[in-house]
């Protein structure tokens, strides 16, 4: 099956790290890295748009908005909307894992809606996407949205909060992908995974073309303050 991008950069990333330790293994992916940028370059299928590249800017040097993932994946939000219908519509019961998604992130729902349609198998995850209006910190373990927009959050059905590298970890064995993920148990792989996946967590709204964090965050209060100003209530 394919692989979202995110996905398959961390799992590049595994790959890359294991043969620092020693372990030869063939693999269709290569992490590269250059003083400019982190490249993670697919070896089959350029044609394909889950197999292009997708570049990562170096902090020193900037980065550059125009970024042709971005333009290949910008129509799935379309069909991502209806993912957010699907989150209330078929959450499960006994779900074991919650995973803290941002809706407006175009990439970030091409994994979600892999997670999504394994999900329809297993029903173990719930889904909850952070940009509704309706997102609620006290329902998830007080994790208000500023937070959860940092970097990715998953809670397990017993209260516990994963993040970064482990939270996809966690996800991934809950749809049978365990083994995705399987070698960032281990470092240095960890540490290169969760490196990596820092990166993209610091620079992700930049990179899909979105504004700063911190106007995302002035117009959600004052959407908010629009909707308690009709509602007549407080915020």
């Known amino acids: 099956m394919q692989l979202p991008k995110s996905s398959m950069a961390l799992r590049g ?10 372990r030869q293994r063939t693999t269709p992916f290569l992490l590269s890295s250059s003083p400019l940028l982190f490249r993670v370059r697919s ?10 590249f997708t570049s990562f800017p170096n902090p020193k040097t900037g980065f550059n908005y125009q970024i042709r993932a971005i333009q290949e994946v910008t129509a799935d939000t379309v069909k991502s909307q209806k993912g957010k219908e699907d989150d209330e519509q078929s959450s499960p019961q006994n779900w074991k894992i919650k995973m803290l998604y941002d809706g407006d992130c175009p990439l970030c729902m091409r994994e979600v809606d892999m997670l999504r349609e394994r999900n329809k198998q297993y029903g173990t995850i719930k889904f909850v996407d952070i940009s509704s209006d309706d997102y609620s910190p006290e329902e998830n373990q007080g994790l ?10 998953a809670i397990l059905s017993d209260g516990t909060v994963v993040t970064d590298v482990e939270a996809f970890r966690k996800l991934y064995e809950q749809v049978g992908l365990g ?7 281990y470092e240095p792989i960890a540490t290169i995974a969760d490196s ?3 990166v993209w967590a610091k620079y992700r709204l930049q990179i899909t073309g979105r504004p700063p ?10 959407k ?4 308690c ?7």
Do not use: F
Not at 13 to 22: E, K, L, N, P
Not at 144 to 153: A, F
Not at 224 to 227: L, N, P, V
């Open 13 to 22: 990333a595994a790959m890359a790290g294991g043969a620092c330790i020693g």
């Open 43 to 52: 070896l089959h299928s350029p044609s394909h748009p889950l197999l292009r």
């Open 144 to 153: 208000d949205y500023k937070t959860v927009m940092g970097r990715i959050h």
């Open 179 to 185: 083994w995705v993920y399987a070698i960032t148990k």
């Open 196 to 198: 990596i996946y820092g």
């Open 213 to 222: 964090l911190e106007e995302v965050l002035e117009t959600r209060r004052k």
């Open 224 to 227: 908010k303050a629009d909707i």
């Open 229 to 235: 100003n009709d509602d007549k209530c407080k915020i």
